[in-house]
């Protein structure tokens, strides 16, 4: 099923781009990759009793909600603030996430606050668990709206059998005992409960804010954020590395130009590794620039017999994929 390339396009290009970055933006006092993957790896794991979660307790304030057992390796980020907290994407929908934070802030002994969510994107990966909050933010978009109230439906008709059975072993993680791949869906998510944000706008968690940066891309209802106070940044599946999964390439090098300045610290990302070596934007974007001018080195990349087209130049890969992104 579409989204099921999708995972694997991810992994593909992960592996084709191999070359990781080895220096920062030169405005960016960027923490180095070596530290970035022994925080990753030495984080603290915080117990929950969903069984399905692991959470990480990261610098800044920031836990992760992984989901390690499912090949998307999909990552929600809970962020602490002295009013509100902060719940960037919502997960799979496999296990209840909100479980995961109850217990999250019993084991850390957090105070109970008011939850903004807000939805990265609207793949099915991201907001699976919108149906456990009151409200959920997004943009004014019709196709995220569509996402959202339309939901995913059950069984061979959502596709999630497919989605599931090709995952083998789940790494050796369990899913909740009540979770069946032939019945899992996800709900239609009221209309009236949506709420939207506007590029610029700040979401204000009281002592700390995140501004938000819109990004058109990877879908037309992306949102990163980014906390100036610390320079901390969440790229969604946007930007997550040196390596693209868009439906456009032109609109990615306008998203890659809305970022370009941004002195980014500390970069979280959405799938695989929770922290990454804060993006190259700059060079990034003269890579992609480079690619429009059809400097790239075409290739490919396949998944059961469908041949995609990958672009790659200067240690960054691009794959075109819109009809795989905006189902
Ligand atoms: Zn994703």
Known sequence: MRNLFLTVILSAITVACAETEQSTNASAPSVESATVQDLVDTAERIENSTGWFEILKLPN??????????VEKVNSFFVLGSDR???????????????????????ENLPTKPIIVVNSHNHLDHNGGNQEF???WTV??????????SGVRGGEEGGFVSYWSQLRDHDGVEPPADFSPDTH????????QIRFLDDNEKVDLGDRQFAVIRTFSHSPDGIALYGAQ?????????FY?????????????????RIETLPIEWHYASHGA?????????KHLAAVSRMINGEGETGSTTFAGFEIPMQQLDGVAVVVAPELLLY
């Not at 004014?140 to 109230?149: D, Y």
């Not at 929770?274 to 700059?282: D, E």
């Open 140 to 149: 004014n978009e019709p196709w995220a709206i569509r996402r959202l109230t």
């Open 134 to 136: 009151a409200e959920i």
């Open 230 to 238: 610390e320079n901390l940044f969440f790229g969604g599946d946007t």
């Open 185 to 192: 869906a996800i709900p239609p998510y009221p209309e009236d």
């Open 241 to 257: 590395g040196p390596e693209y999964l868009i439906t456009d390439i032109n609109l990615l090098a306008a998203d890659l130009k």
């Open 85 to 107: 907290d902060l719940l960037y994407d919502t997960g799979m929908g496999i296990a209840r996430i909100s479980q995961a934070i109850d217990d999250l802030r019993k084991q």
């Open 61 to 70: 304030d920031v836990y992760a909600l992984w989901e390690p057992g499912h």
């Open 274 to 282: 929770q922290l990454i070596t804060a993006m190259q934007q700059g």
